[in-house]
Structure formats: structure tokens, C-alpha cells
């Protein structure tokens, strides 16, 4: 019996060094399916610096937001492994991502919260790459405001913050309700058979939306806009359930003038 219990000690003392000492988490499901794209923001995005920080790709700091040095994180990856080069991370950069790197979510996560500096690089103990920092009210605050925040069900905060982008960039002159009116118009898209079945699908198909052409898709969105996604969402659809919406006093496409004709407001004109 001694030496059983002698055994039994020796592998408790094996298993809690590999879970102090090491950063492998348990195998958990990655990411949601949402593609993930320059300017998103969430839980999503935090997992894809932590894992591209964790093989050595991304070298700022894991703070949840999809800017420029993620960006050229990501398509550095994806030019060494093969894989198309557009910033895009959809399922093919996922899964290869998954493959190549770890993530250990409770412990990235905690330091978020905590407000900790933290790095999250293999091949260092990861309680040596926390830097304990003390957070301000005004971080409290904003984490308690984040925490509080009510996100539709269906919806990301990726969703959101990608809708308000695109309502900001195409209609920030617009009445209120016109602009209610475009975020209407790409849930509209998402739900019918003729689009792709996601918000991000929609905005940045090909020649769908002005502000991804021309760039005002990467504007910052005011309030306004984002008040104007989440009333969408919730149910108001001023544009009377269009799925197109154009100025006609810029518009070059010949074609939007052949779609029936549901309501103006503002300088947009809103159709089937």
C-alpha cells in the first residue's frame, strides 16, 4: 500500500507541475463561425492574437481589437502556411491556426479582466509573462459598461460593430431613421436567399456597399450609428423591408433604376 501511495503522489506532483508550468490548455472549440476582418472587435479576435502571438506572429498587445498590427499578423501566417492572402480569417486560416498554435482561454482572459500587461508566447512559463497592473476607475468602468452591454441573441459584437461601421460610412448624413433604414436593409440581405447569410458577408460582397469600395467602411461609427444597428435589430424597418437602397443623385448603375421603387427617405431611395 506504501507503494501505491507513494505512486499516487508522485503523479499528483507530475500533473499539477504540466498545469502550473506549461501553457497547453485543454482542447476546447475555437472561435465562432463568424469571419473575422479589420475592425472587429471580441472574444473571437482576442483568441486569434493570443494564438498568433503564441507561435510567434503577433507581437502587440491581446486586447481584443482587429486593428493594423493583427492585420499584418494574420496575413503573415497566411502567406507561410499556404493560404490566401487577404486578412480575411474565415474557416481554411481558422482550422490552420488551430493546428499550429494553443490557446489556454481561461488564463488569456483572466489577465484581460484583471487588467494585467501579459504577453502569451510557447515556450515561456506563463506566470512569468504577467505583468500585474493596477486599473484605473475609469478602466472599471468600462469594463462594468462592456459587461452590462446587451447584445442581441443571434448577434456578435463583431455583427454589431461591423453594422454600425457600415451605416456610419454609408448614411452619417441621413435622418435617424434612414439610417435605421441601411442597417434594416443589410438584415434584410442576411435573412433572404439572394445574399450571403452572414453580416459580413453581406457588407463586403463585392460591389454591395459604397464605404467598402471606397474605404469610409473603416471610419470610426459615432453612437448614432450604433443606436441605429440595434434598433434595426430589434425589429424596426423603416425601408418597408428593402433589400436595395440608392442616391439617385450619384448613382451610375442603370440596373438599381429597374428595381421596384418602395419609399425615399432622405436622399435614398429604398426597393425590392
Not at 148 to 176: C, H, Q, T, W
Amino acid at each position: 500500500m506504501k507503494g501505491i501511495s507513494s505512486i499516487g503522489k508522485a503523479f499528483c506532483f507530475v500533473l499539477l507541475f504540466v498545469l502550473i508550468f506549461t501553457n497547453k490548455p485543454i482542447q476546447t472549440e475555437a472561435f465562432s463561425n463568424q469571419v473575422i476582418q479589420k475592425g472587429a472587435v471580441g472574444d473571437d479576435v482576442i483568441e486569434l492574437q493570443a494564438r498568433l502571438q503564441n507561435i510567434g506572429y503577433y507581437h502587440g498587445k491581446i486586447d481584443g481589437v482587429y486593428g493594423w498590427g493583427t492585420y499584418w499578423a494574420v496575413r503573415n501566417f497566411q502567406q507561410n502556411f499556404g493560404l490566401p492572402v487577404d486578412g480575411l480569417v474565415g474557416e481554411s486560416t481558422k482550422a490552420k491556426l488551430v493546428s499550429a498554435s494553443n490557446f489556454n482561454k481561461q488564463f488569456v482572459h483572466d489577465q484581460i479582466r484583471k487588467g494585467n500587461d501579459f504577453t502569451y508566447y510557447a515556450g515561456v512559463p506563463i506566470e512569468k509573462q504577467i505583468k500585474p497592473k493596477a486599473r484605473s476607475s475609469a478602466q472599471k468602468r468600462a469594463t462594468a459598461t462592456k459587461t452590462a452591454s446587451n447584445i442581441p441573441s443571434g448577434f456578435s459584437e463583431n455583427d454589431i460593430k461591423l453594422m454600425s461601421n457600415a451605416v456610419y460610412g454609408e448614411a452619417r448624413g441621413e435622418p435617424y431613421i434612414g439610417q435605421v433604414a441601411v442597417a434594416a436593409v443589410i438584415l434584410n440581405r442576411v435573412e433572404s436567399p439572394l445574399f450571403p447569410k452572414t453580416v459580413s458577408g453581406v457588407i463586403f460582397e463585392p460591389g454591395a456597399f459604397t464605404a467598402v469600395a471606397d474605404g469610409q467602411i473603416w471610419l470610426t461609427p459615432n453612437q448614432t450609428a450604433r443606436d441605429a444597428v440595434m434598433d434595426a435589430i430589434n425589429g424596426w424597418d423603416p425601408s418597408g423591408n428593402a433589400l436595395y437602397y440608392f442616391n439617385p443623385a450619384t448613382a451610375t448603375s442603370k440596373w438599381i433604376w429597374s428595381r421596384p421603387q418602395i419609399k425615399r427617405i432622405g436622399k435614398h431611395i429604398f426597393c425590392k
